[in-house]
């Protein structure tokens, strides 16, 4: 048991990473609630991921990062990410992602990255039994450019931030089932775009500030038995959700 303070890059197909028997270990970027009020930032606020000392990834990374195909990623602990929690990229099939925690990122909580519009699409995906949460805290960073600090680059919208809990782009019958989202300061559920036979099922997402499940540019997809709650109600900086639900 111990915290890594790290990236994880998983390059290696037929692969598959999970914590060794009676271990816990957690997977940390460094970057994490108490930082509000810190480095320049105004109370209440947090300070742009560059701005503090031994923030591991940037806001477009991810903790943990998978560009193989044939990987499964079981029952880590993903915390405090100045970008990402886990995430998938590149045109990669067979990945799982399985009882996960993901808590306190800048952007997104779990990510499969969009491909090119003419690209193929990942088959055999499969995300379960995850808790995300406090995910796309970017929402309390005024600084929150998407192409530069320096303010000269294109802010979000005002009050909108464009990042999800979890976000499932370009697969094929891909499933999404049992996980939970909570306290996302951007989208909850995100399942587009580009999703053909996507089955979504037996989630739970409250909290959010933006829409707890969003559908988009997505085909012949399934949502069923799901429980959504709570809207545009997250805990101020620094009050509630200390701890994941």
Known sequence: TSTWREKLDIATANTTWQAQTGHTPVIDGNYHDGLFGMYGAAPGKL???????????????????????????????????????????????????????VDFTYTAGITLSDLSANSAKRTGVELTGNIISRSTWCYYDPLRFWSDWSGNGD?????????????????????????????????????????????????????????????????????????VFWPKNQPKPNEGASNPP
């Not at 991810?62 to 929690?85: F, H, I, P």
């Not at 559920?189 to 053909?196: Q, S, T």
């Open 47 to 101: 300070p742009p991921p560059p701005n503090v000392p031994g923030n591991v990834v940037a806001r477009y990374a991810s903790m943990v990062e998978v560009r193989a195909s044939n990987v499964t990623v079981n029952g880590l602990t993903v915390q405090n990410s100045g970008g990402e929690g886990i995430g998938v990229t590149g045109l990669v099939h067979g990945v799982k992602i399985r009882n996960c925690l």
């Open 155 to 227: 802010v979000d919208y005002v009050g909108e931030v464009v990042a999800q809990t979890m976000k499932i782009s370009c697969t094929t019958g891909a499933i999404v089932r049992d996980n939970v989202g909570a306290y996302s300061a951007g989208e909850g559920f995100d399942l587009g775009k580009g999703n053909v036979d996507l089955l979504f099922e037996d989630n739970i997402a409250f909290g959010d500030r933006h829409y707890h499940v969003y559908l988009m540019y997505s085909r012949d997809t399934t949502v069923r038995r799901n429980v």
